[in-house]
């Protein structure tokens, strides 16, 4: 579990942007100098080693000095630097690539409340120091002060410095920024920095540390409401400790032992029983910024990627369609039709762009409404659908669970935030006034009483490839083993329940559809069911698992050649469909396409049944969580 964060002074992370060679680096290594946070002689080493290579001394060639220094506790790594006023302690990010920024701001590794625009006096106003801005104002940060650099350039003018400020405050106006404020400065002279300079005596406002302890830290915890996305679950069942500790870090909010917690998407709850701290004592309770864990009364089934809030408190959003402000920065265009993955807190799911609303150039401003895919270094509306519901919230009310990453081929390539939930369009029911009417006796309350978990196992594969010869001695061992289950298989739901449908696409799809409806409805009741049916259709199989939910399913690839499968021909129906007798069958008249990325292949031209069988045990085995039966209840509360 990651270590609890040790808290003194207040630290405040700042992002620094600018256009490059606008002079950011030189400001870092001023600020640095004038606030005392250089290692003991680290200024005379740069400016002896300047002297030597006969090379006039920088401040910005201080943090390359400094880059290679990991011990000191100023130092810095690729991307951040520290330094402390009497108030506290500032964590400067520098936003060079902007990716690795982005990653930093949505995973809260170091995640910015305030930003220094750097803008050059002698070059004025350029494209990414608009860009920047906009990307600022987009991810909510709006603390802003807009530093006019190499003010020497220029012979301190105040003209020229007036002249960007009223350039540069109309672009940011436009993007709902109001600068704190706009200092004159010098960073190769040091004007402005730690001390108001006597070359710009016509400015009235304060230096860049003071505009610094002027910006509001964070907000105090129990301001917000508790989110804490789930980072993951660990178990202890080992020497009589049952525990399992829910565990991630606190983006808002604050909880304590006996709060109702409410995990969202699944909207499951639990009452906090213990809050536990990584080498150190339970505590009480615990708040924002804090990697923690804690432990429920009851025994829930919740997965890595939900965000636990507080009952009473106001909820996230939880939907699979969202509409998006993104800004690109990947290589390739991100395109309609394509499958990206969105990562958002601990979650990380597909996403496909739905619809691009509009195009926004983030420097000029300007729209365009019928452009259908993203550029790099465009910024776009769009509605994204999601592969599942996610739950999160709006920039304006919760920024640090509103902010997503996305990623294209391993690698992120945009970021935003989101602006809107909408209706999932699957939602029909909503539409026609049909209402899931919940019991009160809960799912747990059905897991506690048989003492097992819902579990679907879903054996695909060819016609004689072995699925239900498998899924028959599973049936037969899990049995065995007390466990409370069902076999469906497509010979006998045929029979019955799907006797209307044949074997053409459409009715494939709908005998699969039906059938996740039925084990859906039995992984509720807190059965195992062990479906075998050819389901040749990733996109049914993928429904399959979206709707009973992943961490309940299990796919099975039962894997053997269209030529092994004719050569057993179990029931002859191979050598009817050569025949011409049957349609549509299989392999031969009809496709099957193979699973992607199933949870375990089961080549049975390789195995045989009773090693076929093992294996898919020990899968069960290792999915089932068995509820304790000493805490089985008969009755729900
Ligand atoms: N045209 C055609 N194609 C494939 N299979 C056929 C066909 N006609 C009848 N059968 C018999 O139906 C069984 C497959 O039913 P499923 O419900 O599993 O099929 S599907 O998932 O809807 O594709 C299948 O059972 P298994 O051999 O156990 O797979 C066959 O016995
Ligand atoms: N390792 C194996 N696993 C499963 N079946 C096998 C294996 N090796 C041979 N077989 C034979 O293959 C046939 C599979 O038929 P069946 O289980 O009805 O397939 P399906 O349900 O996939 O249509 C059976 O006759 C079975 O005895």
Known sequence: MAKVLERQKEDLSIVIAGHVDHGKSTIIGRLLADTDSLPEGKLQQVKETCRRNSKPFEYAFLLDALKDEQSQGITIDSARCFFETDKRRYIIIDAPGHIEFLKNMVTGAARAEASLLVIDADEGVRENSRRHGYMLSMLGIKQVAVLINKMDLVGYNQQIFQEIVEEYTEFLHQINIKPISFIPVSGMRGDNIANLSKRT???????????????????????????????????????????????????SGQIKIGDEIVFYPSGKRGKVKSIEAFNEDPKESVSVGYATGFTLEEQIYITRGEVATLAGQSRPQATSRIKVNLFW?????????????????????????????????????????????????????????????????????????????????????????????????????????????????????????????????????????????????????????????????????????????????????????????????????????????????????????????????????????????????????????????????????????????????????????????????????????????????????
């Open 201 to 251: 005596k016509w400015y009235q406002g304060e230096t860049i540390l003071e505009v610094l302890d002027s910006f509001n830290g964070e907000k105090l915890p129990g301001d917000k409401p508790f989110r804490m996305p789930i980072q993951d679950i660990y178990k202890f069942t080992k020497g009589g400790d049952d525990r399992r500790i829910i565990a991630g870090t606190i983006e």
């Open 329 to 637: 920065l990947g290589k390739n265009s991100m395109k309609k039709q394509k499958d990206y993955y969105l990562k958002l807190g601990t979650t990380k799911v597909k996403a496909k762009i739905e619809k691009v609303v509009r195009v926004i150039d983030a420097s000029k401003l300007s729209q365009n409404e019928d452009k259908n895919e993203i550029e790099r270094h465009d910024v776009a509306e769009c509605i994204l659908k999601l592969e599942k519901a996610i739950a999160f919230d709006l920039i304006n009310e919760i920024a640090e669970t509103s902010r997503f990453v996305i990623i294209d081929n391993y690698e992120i390539a945009g970021g935003g935030i989101i602006q809107n939930a909408l209706e999932d369009e699957e939602n029909w029911v909503s539409e026609n006034n049909i209402i899931w009417h919940e019991g009160e006796v809960t799912y747990e309350d059905r897991c506690r009483n048989i003492g097992q978990q819902g579990l679907v196992v879903w054996f695909t594969g060819l016609s004689g490839s072995g699925k239900s010869t498998i899924a028959v001695e599973v049936e037969k061992e899990l049995i065995k083993q007390g466990k409370v289950l069902y076999r469906l298989d497509g010979d006998n739901i045929r029979y019955g329940l799907n006797s209307d449908l044949g074997f053409i696409k459409e009715d494939r799809d709908e005998n699969i559809r039906r059938i996740t409806e039925v084990a859906t409805l039995f992984k509720d009741a807190g059965l195992i069911t062990l479906a075998s049916f050819i389901s040749p259709f990733k996109s049914m199989r993928d429904f399959a698992k979206k709707k009973i939910g992943e961490e309940n399913f299990i796919e099975i690839y039962v894997k053997a050649n269209i030529e092994v499968c004719v050569k057993r021909d179990p029931k002859g129906l191979y050598e009817k469909a050569k025949q011409g007798e049957i349609e549509n069958f299989t392999g031969i008249s009809s496709p099957y396409e193979e699973p992607e990325d199933p949870d375990v292949v089961i080549d049975t031209e390789e195995l045989t049944v009773a090693e076929s069988v093992e294996k898919v045990l020990k899968l069960v085995d290792s999915l089932q969580i068995t509820v304790d039966s000493e805490t089985q209840k008969r009755h729900p509360n």
